[in-house]
T-cell receptor
Framework: GAVVSQHPSRVICKSGTSVKIECRSLDFQATTMFWYRQFPKQSLMLMATSNEGSKATYEQGVEKDKFLINHASLTLSTLTVTSAHPEDSSFYIC????????????FGPGTRLTVL | AQTVTQSQPEMSVQEAETVTLSCTYDTSENNYYLFWYKQPPSRQMILVIRQEAYKQQNATENRFSVNFQKAAKSFSLKISDSQLGDTAMYFCAFIVPNTDKLIFGTGTRLQVFP
């Protein structure tokens, strides 16, 4: 099967600090990864598409300077929440389609971010 | 614009019974994929079933099957012999062709009672 991991699973930070979340495809390569945000009891909201070797593309309304995305290799994408504030507290999920099988995405277990 | 609508915020079913979750979508594309994902309390998204729009045959995965009505743009999920472990949020999703982007519905919370 296709496995996607995320690290950390949960993080608590102080307001004003930056937090990095990693998304890794463990047994396949992914030139594209996706980052979602999920509020309690709500659906997943696509934030951005992470592209290996090029800039990420952000959905309308998502602040590029707040949510920095880097796709450093074919198996790793990182989301950095810069100068985090309490309103950034949320559940962040990444997904990746297997290269060559782009119609099906596999999800990481998510990261719960709490900003105090 | 492509949209996915799940009109049932919550459903409940007794163990061993059958339940159907509704989903409709809107698109002008002819070739696309549809999915049902399950999100249990752990919040890990799990693929339940996928349907290719060009296939008329309804997809089936063990106790899970879909009723895909392309003309009506309807994609319901039937869970047979419901189990306590089926308790979860269920999201219907549509993949936008040539973008790989998934569009999710608002979800249906399913509770299976003993």
């Amino acid at each position: 099967g296709a496995v996607v991991s995320q690290h950390p699973s949960r993080v608590i930070c102080k307001s004003g600090t930056s937090v990095k979340i990693e998304c890794r495809s463990l047994d396949f390569q992914a030139t594209t990864m996706f980052w979602y945000r999920q509020f309690p009891k709500q659906s997943l909201m696509l934030m951005a598409t992470s592209n290996e070797g090029s800039k990420a593309t952000y959905e309308q309304g998502v602040e590029k300077d707040k949510f920095l995305i880097n796709h450093a290799s074919l198996t790793l994408s990182t989301l950095t929440v810069t100068s985090a504030h309490p309103e950034d507290s949320s559940f962040y999920i990444c997904s990746a389609p297997r290269e060559g099988y782009t119609d099906t995405q596999y999800f990481g277990p998510g990261t719960r971010l709490t900003v105090l | 614009a492509q949209t996915v609508t799940q009109s049932q915020p919550e459903m409940s079913v007794q163990e061993a019974e059958t339940v159907t979750l509704s989903c409709t979508y809107d698109t002008s594309e002819n070739n696309y994929y549809l999915f049902w994902y399950k999100q249990p309390p752990s919040r890990q998204m799990i693929l339940v079933i996928r349907q290719e729009a060009y296939k008329q045959q309804n997809a089936t995965e063990n106790r899970f099957s879909v009723n895909f009505q392309k003309a009506a743009k309807s994609f319901s999920l039937k869970i047979s012999d419901s189990q306590l472990g089926d308790t979860a949020m269920y999201f219907c999703a549509f993949i936008v062709p040539n973008t790989d982007k998934l569009i999710f519905g608002t979800g249906t919370r399913l509770q299976v009672f003993p």
